[in-house]
């Protein structure tokens, strides 16, 4: 394994704090959500902290290494040129899947937009770790995993959280993100004990740690960065500390933004609790036991991707397109996740084309979320605001000829294509009413506006 880098004490780098950023006291580095940057054009902000000597890790949000695909080979490049225009000393991506479907399943190609968990069963780590050893070989510099925040968790789980970190190290080398918040949040949402995982998990694989806040609200913890740190977080960074000295610990800040003391003050709390113990050494057995399982079978990884692909896209589906709940599962859980990733869609195609609320005004929530209830995204967020402004003009709305005039005119420059003709819109709505499949534009999509599907917004790496 290599050696550890030293980071210190950081922040999450967003545009919307990059001037209070640069003025914080005492900061050693920064992480910048991946695909949020062009490699040749770096924000003006995060040069000069470069410049000055400030580290600068990209996290990636958009690989989906625990998926049944293998890595897509952009992406990975992507990633590439990213840590290598920051001279980063490592990367960073997460445990988890975004995307199903397509052809490993026969099936429509399904996005997310969110962060989901795993199946923790011998079959998912046997393919994560073939993927996570594709990007290994494709990256320039150390990979480490993040462990993500979840509302539910898998009825055939066969590993703990901290049993199935440590097989993916064993078998990989990979280094651990380990972000404590989300560890809180599992123990109030899935009853899981962060203090088990920290007992399983080898510590001489962490990279760095994740620290954030959020919210309990009915007995579910929302993990917003959007809150301040809670005691309960900085109790587990205590914690850790107690076991080891982590080599890099950063502020994880989205949304809500606060003022730059507040953020600084923060900070400070961080670094007590960082100080307020001393490491000791592991006692002998103090680690979790594994289980009496046997790995699965030798099966071809062929086979293996396929078994994972089914049952990820079956949940992905009753998520994002209102099938059925896969059985074992717990269906509220699954609903609340559904109505939670409908309205971070929403959210975060209002960031991504800020005119469609202003054209739409107070319709644009409510026209979304009856778009998203049938039309699941497939291939991005960019790609979604267009394809909802196509949905609403095919059905001749907005109703205000003025509105839809536009919208209209921003769907076309956009799409690269003329407006739908009046023979095309009757068309559609008779296929529709006859509920058949309509015909694609052909043309929509990204040929004048060089939009890129994998250009996700830091919305989406809240876990």
């Not at 954030?212 to 913890?221: D, L, M, P, S």
């Not at 497939?378 to 059905?395: K, M, P, V």
Request: proline residues 9%; hydrophobic residues 45%.
């Amino acid at each position: 394994m290599e050696p550890k880098t030293r980071l210190g004490t950081g922040i999450g780098w967003r545009p919307e704090i990059a001037a209070a950023i640069e003025r914080l006291p005492g900061l050693d580095w920064v992480e910048v959500v991946a695909e949020n940057i062009c490699p040749g054009h770096l924000p003006a902000s995060l040069q000069r902290l470069r410049d000055r000597g400030v580290t600068v890790v990209p996290h990636g949000v958009s690989l989906g290494l625990g998926g049944a695909d293998a890595p897509d080979q952009g992406r990975l490049e992507d990633l590439a040129q990213r840590a290598l225009a920051l001279k980063a000393p490592l990367v960073t991506e997460h445990i988890a899947f975004v995307r199903g479907g397509g052809s490993l399943t026969a099936s429509p190609r399904l996005e997310a937009g969110h962060l989901l968990p795993v199946p923790r069963t011998w079959a998912a780590l046997r393919v994560l770790c073939e993927n996570v050893r594709i990007a290994q070989d494709c990256l320039p510099v150390p990979l480490a995993l993040e462990n993500i925040a979840a509302l539910f968790g898998w009825p055939d789980d066969e590993l703990s959280e901290g049993q199935f970190l440590a097989e993916l190290v064993e078998r990989t080398g990979v280094k651990l993100l380990i972000d404590l918040a989300n560890l809180h949040t599992n123990r109030v949402n899935r009853g899981e004990d962060p203090h088990a995982a920290l007992d399983a998990i080898p510590l001489e694989a962490i990279a760095y740690v994740h620290v954030a806040g959020g919210v309990e609200r009915e007995g579910v913890w929302h993990d917003t960065h959007a809150h301040p740190v809670p005691p309960q977080v900085l109790e587990l960074v205590r914690e850790l500390r107690s076991r080891t000295d982590p080599p890099g610990v950063l502020l994880e800040r989205d949304d809500d933004f606060p003022t730059e003391a507040e953020l600084a003050g923060e900070l400070a709390s961080i670094r007590t609790a960082l100080t307020a113990v001393a490491a000791s050494p592991v006692r002998a057995g103090s680690r979790e036991a594994a289980p009496a399982l046997a790995p699965a079978p030798r099966e071809a990884l062929a086979a293996l991707r396929e078994r994972v692909g089914l049952t990820q896209t079956a949940l992905l589906s009753a998520l994002v397109a209102g099938t059925p709940v896969p059985e074992g599962f717990d269906a509220a859980r699954i609903r609340m996740q559904s109505r939670a990733l409908a309205a971070k869609r929403a959210a975060v195609v209002a960031k991504v084309a800020p005119e469609l609320p202003e054209i739409l005004g107070a319709g644009f929530h409510p026209d979304f979320l009856r778009y998203a209830a049938v039309h699941p995204m497939s291939d991005g967020y960019r790609r979604d605001a267009l394809n909802f402004a196509e949905h609403l003009l095919i059905s001749r709305r907005p109703q205000d000829p003025v509105a839809r005039r536009r919208l209209t005119a921003w769907w076309q420059e956009r799409a690269g294509v003329r407006p739908l003709g009046l023979a095309t819109r009757l068309a559609h709505r008779a296929l529709a009413k006859a509920r058949l499949p309509h015909p694609r534009v052909p043309t929509l999509g990204t040929r004048r506006s060089g939009l890129r599907s994998t250009e996700l917004p830091p919305a989406l790496a809240t876990r």
